[in-house]
Nanobody, 128 residues
Framework: QVQLVESGGGSVQAGGSLRLACAAS????????MSWFRQAPGKEREGVAG????????NYADSVKGRFTISQVHAKSTVYLQMTSLKPEDSAMYYC?????????????????????WGKGTPVTISS
């Protein structure tokens, strides 16, 4: 069983930065994509960034493109989400997801295919 533990959430002012981390207990042979999702109260969960574990190819939702960067340290089975120029609308619970694939939807959001594991989430609050 792959376990994911997120960290790094917190409260910052608009324009600030945060770096989230997701430590996986293991990158097993099924894990082809790691992604970050977020869900604000009363809103749909949305995939905002994904990275292919084999070659570090990345994809981003339009809502975060140019502001967020997803990366990985393969040897540590850890994925990061560097978030800059944060806006109040970025406030949400952020979740890490391990899956056997990722798809970029027509609206640019990320869909995790063949989900292996979800983390419990880390909260991000951006004040104006």
């Amino acid at each position: 069983q792959v376990q994911l533990v997120e960290s790094g959430g917190g409260s910052v002012q608009a324009g600030g930065s945060l770096r989230l981390a997701c430590a996986a207990s293991v990158y097993d042979y099924r894990t082809y994509c790691m992604s970050w999702f977020r869900q604000a109260p009363g809103k749909e969960r949305e995939g905002v960034a994904g990275i292919i574990t084999d070659d570090s190819r990345t994809n981003y939702a339009d809502s975060v493109k140019g502001r967020f960067t997803i990366s990985q340290v393969h040897a540590k089975s850890t994925v990061y989400l560097q978030m800059t120029s944060l806006k109040p609308e970025d406030s949400a619970m952020y979740y890490c997801v391990a899956s056997s694939g990722c798809t970029v939807l027509p609206d640019s959001r990320i869909r995790a295919d063949g989900v292996i594991s979800w983390g419990k989430g880390t909260p991000v609050t951006i004040s104006s």
